[in-house]
């Protein structure tokens, strides 16, 4: 039996505009995630390095499940990168392919998180101070997906002494993107839960999102069966859904 590895799911910095780490290399990577048909062997994520120095890189796919709520990751067996190490040359673009070593059925969805890590350069001896050097590393989702697949979410709202919880159970066959995730109360007031980026929920699989108070704000007080309106983004789809909250 393989044992797990459990990962944070990294901070995905791909594109110029997000703000790099100090002395990391300047990467463009296109696309962000990676979807292959299930008819499909493979695709194609393309590296632009835009440094004046070359970078070199690993590249490590892993299989990518939620126990709990939580991410687990295992190394991948039945997807490939390809290679799983390069150098790039300054202002050069390098192809690396995800690919399946055959195809076949694939009952709806599977899901892998595709890793890419700068490797730091040697270090020079004959230089005096070269300071702290931070290397990048990028994490993005890929998944391997029968086209009629989809995803059929159900949410259950709480709070308890630990503040307000959002958990969406997804009860489909795809993975659903969750983004722009708020909580509108009865009263009209809304507590913000993510303004980009909340999480995804994988197919089969259950994922909670905390409410976090910014500072100078109260947490909510909830009462038992209070109607609350969960409001978020499934990619381009708008999730509107009233339903009772618990207090615990």
Do not use: C
Request: avoid cysteine; aromatic fraction near 6%.
């Amino acid at each position: 039996m393989k044992l797990f590895r459990k990962y944070s799911l990294l901070t995905l910095l791909a594109f110029s505009s997000v703000p790099q780490p100090a002395g990391a290399a300047a990467l463009r990577i296109s696309p962000i995630g990676v979807d292959i048909r299930s008819d499909e062997r493979a695709a194609a994520v393309t590296i632009f390095n835009s440094d004046n120095e070359p970078v070199t890189l690993q590249v490590r796919l892993y299989k990518w499940r939620q126990v709990d709520g939580e991410d687990r990751l295992e190394q991948a067996t039945d997807l490939i990168a390809s290679p799983p190490s390069l150098t790039i040359a300054p202002n050069k673009s390098f192809t690396l392919r995800v690919a399946r070593p055959s195809t076949g059925a694939v009952g709806g969805e599977l899901s892998y998180r595709l890793f890419i890590d700068e490797l730091p350069k040697p270090i020079d001896p004959r230089a005096v101070s070269q300071g702290v050097r931070m290397v990048l590393r990028t994490s993005m989702p890929v998944f391997v997906v029968d086209k009629t697949a989809v995803a059929k979410l159900t949410w259950h709202v709480w709070e308890d002494k630990g503040g307000v919880h959002a958990e969406a159970t997804n009860s489909g066959l795809r993975h659903a993107k969750i983004g722009g995730l708020r909580l509108e109360l009865a009263d009209g007031s809304a507590l913000t839960l993510a303004q980009g980026l909340a999480g995804y929920v994988l197919a089969g699989s259950t994922k909670r999102f905390n409410y976090q108070p910014s500072a100078g704000s109260s947490a909510a007080h909830l009462k038992p069966g209070d109607r609350v309106t969960v409001i978020a983004k499934n990619d381009l789809l708008d999730i509107r859904e009233p339903i009772a909250a618990e207090v615990r």
